[in-house]
T-cell receptor, first 116, second 116 residues
């Protein structure tokens, strides 16, 4: 069975600084996706960034980038130039890339607070 | 385009009562998922509809939970009778068939259930 672990329940960062959120996972499969979702207070959860396991290049989306270490089963999220709007719960998630739709397996989340 | 909408946003009921949660997916999305997050724990998969059919209901905790998706549009999740451990946030998500290979799900804001 696959598991996802986020070891940082809460983090804070000063506005404009950089912060890294950790995520490790466990699987015996080789073909899968990894995601970071964010849920701002009282808002919908939205996709921040996605990584396909077969791609060695780390995904980036503007200020968000990942450090994907497949052998170590690590998938950390780096937020550069943090903004107040980045305050949210961040969830790391795993999904098998199978013939079926599959389902997402989530970590417990990291609550990030960006301080002015 | 309207996103995934869930109703109610918050429900407070007493143990033994019944609650019905509703989810309206994004129009045209055949895939509909229910997830649940108990406070401080991971977001857990409950079940997956493809149109009106249950594709995977392996995450449903017990027979007090009943999910339906008549006509393949909106879905309801009924808890009857509710127990204290059912408290949590129930998330609905949807995706189109074309998102099969991207793995991205579109989430609602969640329905918070408090059982007293």
């Amino acid at each position: 069975a696959q598991t996802v672990t986020q070891s940082q329940p809460e983090m804070s960062v000063q506005e404009a600084e950089t912060v890294t959120l950790s995520c490790t996972y466990d699987t015996s499969e080789s073909n899968y996706y990894l995601f970071w979702y964010k849920q701002p207070p009282s808002r919908q959860m939205i996709l921040v960034i996605r990584q396909e396991a077969y791609k060695q290049q780390n995904a980036t989306e503007n200020r968000f980038s990942v450090n994907f270490q497949k052998a170590a089963k690590s998938f950390s999220l780096k937020i550069s130039d943090s903004q107040l709007g980045d305050t949210a719960m961040y969830f790391c998630a795993f999904k098998l890339r199978s013939g079926s739709q599959g389902n997402l397996i989530f970590g417990k989340g990291t609550k990030l607070s960006v301080k002015p | 385009e309207a996103g995934v909408t869930q109703f109610p946003s918050h429900s407070v009921i007493e143990k033994g009562q019944t609650v019905t949660l509703r989810c309206d997916p994004i129009s045209g999305h055949d895939n509909l998922y229910w997830y649940r997050r108990v406070m401080g724990k991971e977001i857990k998969f409950l079940l997956h509809f493809v149109k009106e059919s249950k594709q995977d209901e392996s995450g449903m905790p017990n027979n007090r939970f009943l999910a339906e998706r008549t006509g393949g549009t909106y879905s309801t999740l009924k808890v009857q009778p509710a127990e204290l451990e059912d408290s949590g946030v129930y998330f609905c998500a949807s995706s189109a068939v074309r998102d099969r290979d991207t793995g991205e799900l579109f989430f609602g804001e969640g329905s918070r259930l408090t059982v007293l």
